[in-house]
Nanobody
Framework: QVQLVEFGGGSVQTGGSLRLVCAAN????????MTWFRQTPGTEREGIAC????????IYSASVKGRFIISQDDSKNTVDLQMNSLKPEDTAMYYC??????????????WGPGTQVTVSS
């Protein structure tokens, strides 16, 4: 079973940056897609960034495009999310997920436990 865990959450001021790291317990299968989701209380989880394992392919939601960058380091079995120009509306629990497609909760097979990001003015 693939196990995922997120690191790097915390508190940051508006306009600041954070790097989230998703670590897997082994090499992620090449037919998987890795998506970063986020969720605030009372809302559905929102897919914000996705990368195809073993391929140069990424997609982003409109809410983060141009500010966030997703990347994969195969040597470390990690998927990173570099978050720049952070806004208060980016405050959420962030989840790393592995599944059969990008950005779709119903396609996710494995979830990390989440890490909290708080952006203050």
């Amino acid at each position: 079973q693939v196990q995922l865990v997120e690191f790097g959450g915390g508190s940051v001021q508006t306009g600041g940056s954070l790097r989230l790291v998703c670590a897997a317990n082994g090499r992620i299968p090449t037919n998987f897609y890795m998506t970063w989701f986020r969720q605030t209380p009372g809302t559905e989880r929102e897919g914000i960034a996705c990368i195809r394992v073993g391929a140069d392919f990424t997609i982003y939601s409109a809410s983060v495009k141009g500010r966030f960058i997703i990347s994969q380091d195969d040597s470390k079995n990690t998927v990173d999310l570099q978050m720049n120009s952070l806004k208060p509306e980016d405050t959420a629990m962030y989840y790393c997920a592995a599944g059969h497609y990008c950005m779709r909760q119903r396609e996710i097979v494995y979830w990390g436990p989440g890490t909290q990001v708080t952006v203050s003015s």
